[in-house]
């Protein structure tokens, strides 16, 4: 019911900054809320940030708080993820996902979302 392409992924250094979009197709993106998350080899998915369907709530994860901004654009069916001062730390697949299933989730599991896209590679050297 909704496809999901992330991109904007690519190599950089400490301190740096990138911006990841994800573009949905498929159902309405108004109608459901939007996450991402994280994955680096060995480990399980990691919650990162999720925003509500109005874009007026927004949820982070310890670790990125202050530092990575989730936004949405209804209009353009686009979530984006602001990725500023970057850590090595930092370094993983970042993948978004969709809940669809309510509008105003904040979810940081894994299993609250039924959609996802295919990842797009982070890379952060020291």
């Known amino acids: 019911q909704v496809q999901l392409v992330e991109s904007g992924g690519g190599l950089v250094q400490t301190g740096d900054s990138l911006r990841l979009s994800c573009a949905a197709s498929?159902?309405?993106?108004?109608?459901?809320?939007m996450g991402w998350f994280r994955q680096t080899p060995g480990k399980e998915r990691e919650f990162v940030a999720a925003?509500?369907?109005?874009?007026?709530?927004?949820r982070y994860a310890d670790s990125v708080k202050g530092r990575f901004t989730i936004s949405r654009d209804n209009a353009k069916n686009t979530v984006y993820l602001q990725m500023n001062s970057l850590k090595p730390e930092d370094t993983a697949v970042y993948y978004c996902a969709a809940d669809v299933h309510s509008i105003m989730a904040l979810s940081t599991l894994l299993g609250h979302y039924d959609y996802w896209g295919q990842g797009t590679q982070v890379t952060v050297s020291s």
């Open positions: 925003i509500r369907v109005n874009g007026g709530s927004t």
């Open positions: 498929g159902r309405t993106f108004r109608s459901y809320a």
